[in-house]
């Protein structure tokens, strides 16, 4: 660090040796702030089979076309520094030869090069930055290569060279080697009776209308043929819910949220607790959820509740009923934990006005939530998406299969995807899907509070 003094042109008089006695102080704080900030760090997952950074640090046989995915964040998970996206910067090189940019500090890509920063935070970890680059040109064989990234945070944390360089080996070069084989033309050939895997997996769920069709009907052209190609349709989760939005959102069908389930407007710390001002959640009136309804229906004091935004989430319990007419409703709850950054109590965007016709529905893109954990609440459902999702799949004669991998909608342990149930008998539930589903046969009747999945085989129309 560099310190400049600054001599004014006229005496300081009697302040200079009070000033140069704070001068000390003033580094010490500046440089107990910057600690405080926690450091920047390069972030590993090792592979299996995927992981980061990527390549991977010492990995041998790296294809030369690769591309590059870094992720940088604090060595403290409890943060609340930032890193200035604006700050990162990454360079690569051969060993022995000079580097060359990649990605320029403003967030510009170098010539050659492309990409995406994006900023990541999940529930339990601090702030931090993804970065993937693309280039445009292969690396050079049998090279060993200097990744080096580089970034500052809010706060003044560093990633320095040091910290954030790894290296990795590219692959050999390509050679041709030829192979022989004996081939005896005059043997009977073998004719095999039965069939490699004669369906396909769907990687997201309400899309097919939008922009499936011109491969459905080329399937469809050539069942004429094969009539068992194509005949199997294993679909997306059918228990994802859109709670956040993402840069795929998947049309997930969202076909179960509880009666009692309030959005939470605004919170109020208080003395005794928290005050929560809630409302209808958007879109209640299509699972059949009557608008306006009173709390003192769905609360008691001692319930236990979950507050989560699809990202964090913290129970707590009921104390009081507070505010219960027409125009203001509230509950007054224990204290409770806020994550770092806060809630995401506002959505993320303007709520939606028209329905799309190809993923029916209307549905709010975010927002924080308050629901019922014990007693749990009552389960109301809507259909719209797996009707047309499945009324699509009959169309062109598949069978489907459908896998429960999670707890759909409200009754998920922590208010996210891909996660466990709270306490809720299996059986109501996967009955009330597998009947809307029209299915003949459940081939595994495995409770949702076990991680493995429930799959139900829907005949052809």
């Known amino acids: 660090m560099d310190i400049y003094a600054y001599r004014r042109p006229r005496a300081a008089g009697r302040w200079t040796p009070l000033l140069a006695s704070l001068a000390p102080l003033g580094l010490a ?23 980061y950074p990527r390549p991977f640090p010492g990995e041998a046989n ?95 944390a560093v990633l320095d060279a040091a910290a954030g360089s790894w290296q990795f080996t590219t692959e050999d070069a390509a050679t041709t080697h030829a192979l022989s084989f004996p081939l005896d033309l005059s043997t009977p050939p073998v004719r095999w009776r039965g069939g490699f895997f004669i369906g396909f997996c769907k990687p997201s769920f309400c899309t097919s209308a939008s922009n499936r069709f011109p491969e459905f009907e080329l399937m469809d052209r050539f069942r004429k043929e094969s009539p068992k190609a194509w005949s199997l349709q294993r679909d997306f989760a059918l228990t994802n819910m859109e709670r956040q939005p993402e840069f795929l959102s998947g049309g997930q069908p969202n076909i179960v949220r509880e009666r009692e389930t309030r959005r939470i407007a605004a919170m109020e710390k208080r003395p005794d607790g928290t005050l929560l001002r809630v409302e209808d959640f958007f879109g209640c009136e299509q699972y059949g959820i009557a608008p306006n309804r009173h709390l003192a229906g769905d609360y008691r004091a001692g319930d236990e509740v979950l507050i989560a935004d699809g990202i964090h989430s913290a129970r707590t319990k009921v104390k009081a009923i507070v505010d219960d007419g027409a125009e203001v409703r509230s509950l007054l709850v224990a204290p409770f934990d806020e994550p770092a950054g806060g809630w995401r109590i506002d959505y993320a965007a303007p709520l939606p006005k028209k329905e799309d016709p190809n993923a029916p529905g209307l549905f709010p893109p975010g927002g924080c939530y308050v629901i019922k954990f ?11 998406r797996v009707d047309r999702e499945f009324d699509i799949a009959h169309q062109f ?46 081939t595994r009747s495995t409770p949702f509070s076990a991680p493995s999945r429930t799959t139900t085989t829907i005949p052809t129309a």
């Open 397 to 442: 004669h598949r069978r489907l299969e459908v896998n429960f991998t999670d707890a759909p909608g409200d009754l998920a342990v922590d208010g996210r995807n891909w996660t466990f149930p709270k306490d809720y008998p299996p059986s109501s539930v996967a009955a009330a899907i597998g009947s809307n589903c029209r299915s003949s046969t459940i």
């Open 374 to 384: 014990q007693p749990v609440g009552t389960p109301h459902y809507y259909w719209g």
């Open 29 to 51: 704080v500046c440089l107990l702030s910057m600690a405080a900030a926690g450091e920047i760090q390069l972030l590993r997952l090792n592979p299996d089979p995927y992981g």
């Open 62 to 156: 790296v294809p030369t076309a690769t591309s590059f995915f870094v992720e940088i964040g604090f060595s403290d998970k409890n943060s609340t520094d930032t890193i200035r996206a604006d700050t990162v910067a990454a360079r690569i090189g051969p060993q022995g030869e000079p580097a060359v940019q990649m990605l320029k500090p403003g967030m510009r890509f170098a010539d050659g090069f492309s990409g995406k920063i994006l900023p990541l935070s999940n529930q339990g970890q601090a702030p931090r930055i993804a970065l993937y680059i693309d280039p445009g040109a292969e690396l050079k064989p049998s090279t060993t290569y200097t990744v080096t990234v580089g970034a500052r945070s809010r706060d003044g």
